[in-house]
């Protein structure tokens, strides 16, 4: 989920008063006329970036794909290249370069440009909409190793490339759809772990090897490999029940990591428990 941080190189992209009119509409998504999450977008502002930006991205890009290239899931890397990512610049959300241009014709998603933290609730109707709130600052060079909050490499570069894969966009899109709906602090907790070990730590069997595909994993050049290579992580096979079971911490490399053999076996069980929660909503609608 988009983060704001305090110490980016460039905060003033997102500091002026659209972006505090932005975020304060976030906050009070929900709220009796706070029902419009477009009021939570703000625009990328692009010229905002600073050269040390650009070389930033740079520096993560080759690092990351020089790894990447034989490690990471080949419905990552397909998406990649259909969305035009490039280690030449920042990549652009509007305008021809965009990756919205071709996210739009490949999927329909597209990543909107947020100022900071979106609370779960406006975070979800944004992909109950097939949009992802996208943090547009980068993370300062001092930090290129390691950064506790998402920031535009995360969200574009980890994200981003599984949204052009039809299978992973229609079940990310349910996933909203169903956390947008869930009001029981059972489903809203095994939810965000459902979200944890997929969308952000996800590992995934392809050409009879694991693979990476989770944003945390794939954007991340310390864990994407302890997570494939260090005998500290426990490699399990998909469940959805169990998954949903198991709880995380987020300040350590993860030790317990769950492994697809599809994402077409993803979908089919977020589908499943989405029918669940929209039927159970549905009969406490009507009591």
């Not at 995360?154 to 299978?167: S, T, Y």
């Not at 990310?172 to 944890?196: I, N, V």
């Not at 693979?211 to 469940?239: A, N, Q, W």
Request: net charge negative; with cysteine; charged share 25%.
């Amino acid at each position: 989920m988009a983060s704001k941080m305090s110490g980016s190189l460039n905060h003033a992209m997102i500091d002026g008063p659209k972006g505090r009119a932005a975020q304060d509409y976030a906050n009070r998504f929900g709220q009796p006329g706070f029902d419009d999450i477009t009021k939570a977008y703000i625009d990328q502002n692009y010229a905002g970036y600073t050269e040390e930006n650009q070389e930033t991205w740079r520096i993560l890009y080759d690092r990351q794909m020089s790894y990447l290239s034989d490690h990471a899931s080949n419905v990552y890397l397909s998406g990649a290249r259909s969305i035009k990512l490039v280690r030449d610049w920042i990549p652009y959300l509007e305008g021809p370069k965009s990756v919205n241009t071709f996210l739009q014709q490949l999927t329909g998603w597209q990543s909107k440009a947020v100022p900071g933290y979106l609370p779960a609730k406006a975070f979800f109707a944004c992909l109950a909409r097939r949009e992802f709130p996208t943090t547009i600052v980068i993370r300062p060079k001092e930090s290129i190793d390691y950064l506790p909050e998402p920031d535009i490499f995360h969200d574009i570069f980890g994200h981003v490339p599984l949204h052009a894969d039809p299978v992973f966009a229609d079940f990310l899109q349910t996933y909203g759809k169903a956390a947008l709906t869930a009001d029981d602090p059972y489903h809203t907790e095994r939810l965000a772990r459902l979200f944890w070990f997929t969308v952000e730590f996800g590992l995934i069997r392809e050409d009879g090897r694991t693979k990476l595909y989770g944003s945390g994993l794939i954007s991340s050049p310390g864990e994407s490999k302890h997570s494939l290579t260090s005998k500290d992580v426990d490699r399990r096979p998909f469940d959805l029940e169990t998954v949903c079971a198991t709880s995380f911490e987020i300040d350590h490399y993860q030790p317990i990591l769950y492994v697809l053999e599809s994402f077409e076996q993803l979908r089919d069980a977020m589908d499943t428990y989405a029918r669940r929660i929209l039927d159970e909503a549905a009969r406490k609608a009507a009591a």
